[in-house]
């Protein structure tokens, strides 16, 4: 396993919200705008107040392409909590991605 | 290479071309692989197509300073490090000096979640990335394929994966992508083949137990190419193409003239002697002295000064000196000095394309003025004969381009099937063929030797016998009975004959020159003879003279006494009257 994406190299602040999550995007482009938007709603949905988002936007920093070795994008890299799992896509799939989370939907919301 | 690149440039533009520096495979593609586009290498494990693409981004900083971006989606930096690192490549030195940039991408489908469309923009980026940064103008993506287990959607990937070669064509880099091949298809996916510019397929094959590789370039847009499989290696340098056969005939010649080593045999040819940079095939069958010729000729070599290289096949380089010792063929001091290397080795110590590189590479090291092979024939026991025929046409034509002296025995096999492997294989090749044999008369055999062709200069049509002595090879006089030349104990009685024949004229002539003798002293004899009888009689006439004039004188002085005692009267006549 790529020794990046260990945990332990992101040690957690004792502070810091339940969900950690890394969205990788470029730019503007009709996958990345819609990535952004349902991985929003999902979010706010779901795991309101719990999580901490972070959108970078990889044509302004090429180098984390390698770092994190990327290859599809969108990309999203769930840190926390549990182990590593990492997403690609516009999240239109939202049951996929609930499941990758680990975000149980309370059934009362469905 | 170069010197090939220069000779085909022509009033036509030509497709800019990158050069790989892997050794033959730019003579095949004609300048090296296109530039700035992409070029597919595609073949099944094992076949040397990482190296491949590592190779030409290493050759590529070397010898052109031409950065390089090295993304693998199977092996990772430090692996690749370590298994190109025997091959003399440092990969981490040039990735220090940013030549190169390595770049592993790691891909794991049970890692991956599809939640909905997506591209690989993110590959893009890193590439672009990686290429920006160094400034590269090589790219080798390893293998590309790989992407396709990580990520299931099929529609997504085949159209960014044509997005890719796009790109990289637009980007202007000189692309390697591998694949592995499929099952009757050049690629898995059957996509990387038909966005490439250049296809080259590798094949790694057994045939009688016997491993080759071989190369074929598939598909060459807007450049011709050779069109053959090219057996390669991978040797201790990396990969080594060799061309069946160079793709032109312009080598340089030469007019000078090397000596065969045996003055006798130089007498037979026109211009006294092999052309220097010819090919040269002696073929005998077995016993026939051709060792013992070869050798002879590369001693001739090296006492002009010059650098002759032999590979042994039969013997130990001690055997053959010591048995070279023992017709005073002295190859050992030559050896001493440097002129002469030897190289024995079994030929089945190698597959056949090995030998060659290994000629290749000790001919470069060495830089003879001559090659001898003895012999060749003995490759056929590594590989079939059609195999053989084309190494050995690679390397006659490797030699020639290099303007070497070649000389090769061939063993051949049975007086019925004569010169059967030769015939087809190699004698258009040769620029002389001399055959030596054995003439089997009555109880004996005996060497004869001929020469069937000469290129370029005029030569004997005679079967001369030859003998081994302690001396070396002669050549003996030829000697022509009533039914032709003949030789051996016939050549012997031939000349005791001829012998036995001089003495019987020679004592004739004597005989006659003695009965002629005898005669002159006969007629010397009778001729005295005469002379004493003439003497005899013209003593006796001179005496009758003598005596008449005495008698004449004693009467005339009596007549003058008488005259002075009765003195004449005056008008008596004078003295001498008679009365």
Redesign the interface.
Same mark, same amino acid.
Do not use: C, H
């Given at each position: 396993m !790529?020794p990046l994406l260990d945990p332990a190299e992101f040690p957690e602040e004792p502070t810091g919200p339940e969900y950690l999550l890394h969205l990788?995007i470029?730019g503007a482009?009709p996958?990345s705008t819609?990535?952004v938007r349902?991985i929003k709603d999902i979010c706010e949905e779901h795991l309101k107040g719990r999580y901490e988002l972070l959108i970078v936007d %990889?044509?302004q920093q +090429?180098?984390l392409?390698?770092e994190k070795? @990327?290859? #599809? %994008? +969108?990309? @999203?890299i769930k840190m926390r909590p549990g182990l590593v799992?990492?997403? %690609? #896509? !516009?999240?239109?799939?939202r049951e996929? %991605?609930l499941?990758?989370l680990g975000v149980t939907p309370p059934t009362s919301l469905l | 290479m170069q010197e090939y690149r220069s000779s085909v440039d022509s009033e036509l533009p030509r497709l800019p071309k990158s050069p790989t520096g892997i050794e033959g495979l730019d003579e095949i593609t004609e300048g090296g692989l296109p530039e700035g586009r992409p070029t597919l290498i595609c073949g099944s494990a094992g076949c040397g197509k990482t190296l491949m693409g590592i190779e030409f981004l290493v050759r590529g900083i070397q010898n052109y300073n031409e950065p390089g971006v090295l993304m693998a989606f199977e092996e990772t930096a430090p692996e690749l490090a370590a298994n190109v690192a025997s091959l003399g490549f440092d990969l981490v030195d040039l990735q220090a000096r940013k030549m190169l940039r390595v770049d592993h991408v790691h891909v794991d489908r049970s890692e991956i979640e599809e939640t909905g469309e997506y591209d690989l923009e993110g590959l893009f980026i890193r590439l672009g990335h990686a290429i920006d940064s160094i400034g590269a103008k090589r790219v080798v993506l390893d293998t590309i394929e790989a992407l396709f287990s990580g990520f299931p959607n099929q529609g997504v990937l085949r159209s960014e994966i044509r997005r890719l070669f796009r790109w990289l064509k637009d980007k202007g880099v000189t692309t390697i992508i591998t694949a592995e091949r499929g099952d009757g298809t050049l690629t898995r996916q059957g996509l990387e083949e038909y966005v490439s510019d250049c296809v080259i397929l590798l094949d790694n094959r057994v045939i009688d137990q016997i491993t080759t590789r071989r190369l074929r370039i598939v598909k060459y847009r807007g450049s011709t190419h050779g069109t053959n499989e090219y057996p390669y290696l991978i040797t201790q340098d990396g990969i080594s193409v060799l061309p069946v056969t160079s793709l032109k005939l312009d080598h340089p010649i030469s007019n000078n003239i090397m000596s065969s080593g045996i003055p006798a045999l130089d007498e037979m040819f026109g211009m006294r002697g092999f052309y220097q940079g010819s090919s040269v095939l002696i073929t005998g069958t077995a016993g026939t002295a051709k060792t013992t010729l070869a050798a002879a000729f590369a001693e001739e070599v090296c006492q002009q000064g010059q650098r002759c290289l032999l590979f042994a096949f039969e013997e130990s380089p001690q055997q053959l000196l010591r048995n070279m010792k023992s017709v005073e063929i002295d190859l050992a001091s030559h050896v001493a000095s440097g002129l002469l290397r030897i190289e024995a080795s079994r030929p089945t110590i190698n597959g056949l394309e090995q030998h060659l590189v290994t000629l290749h590479r000790l001919v470069k090291e060495f830089k003879p003025d001559a090659v001898v092979i003895d012999p060749i024939t003995n490759l056929i026991t590594v590989g079939n004969i059609a195999e053989v025929r084309s190494m050995l046409t690679r390397l006659i034509d490797f030699l020639k381009v290099s303007g070497i002296t070649g000389l090769f025995t061939a063993l051949v096999s049975g007086r019925g099937q004569q010169q059967e492997m030769t015939d087809e294989g190699v004698s258009s090749l040769v620029d002389t063929w001399i055959s030596v044999r054995d003439l089997e008369g009555i109880g004996e055999r005996n060497r004869g030797l001929s020469i069937l062709k000469s290129r370029g200069m005029a030569h004997s049509n005679q079967v001369r016998e030859f003998v081994v002595t302690e001396h070396g090879i002669e050549l003996l006089d030829v000697v022509v009975g009533p039914t032709g030349i003949v030789t051996g104990a016939s050549r012997l009685t031939q000349q005791l004959q001829e012998h036995a024949q001089t003495l019987a004229a020679q004592q004739e002539t004597d005989r006659r020159d003695r009965e002629l003798e005898r005669r002159r002293r006969v007629l010397e004899a009778n001729i005295a003879n005469l002379r004493t009888e003439f003497e005899s009689v013209e003593e006796e006439l001179r005496q009758i003279n003598t005596d008449a004039q005495n008698r004449q004188e004693t009467l005339t002085s009596g007549h003058q006494r008488i005259a002075a005692a009765n003195p004449p009267r005056r008008d008596a006549p004078a003295s001498g009257e008679k009365n």
């Open positions: !790529d990788y470029t482009t996958n819609r990535a349902n %990889v044509y +090429p180098e392409a390698q070795d @990327l290859i #599809g %994008v +969108p990309t @999203l799992r990492r997403m %690609v #896509g !516009d999240f239109s799939d996929r %991605v499941k990758a | -």
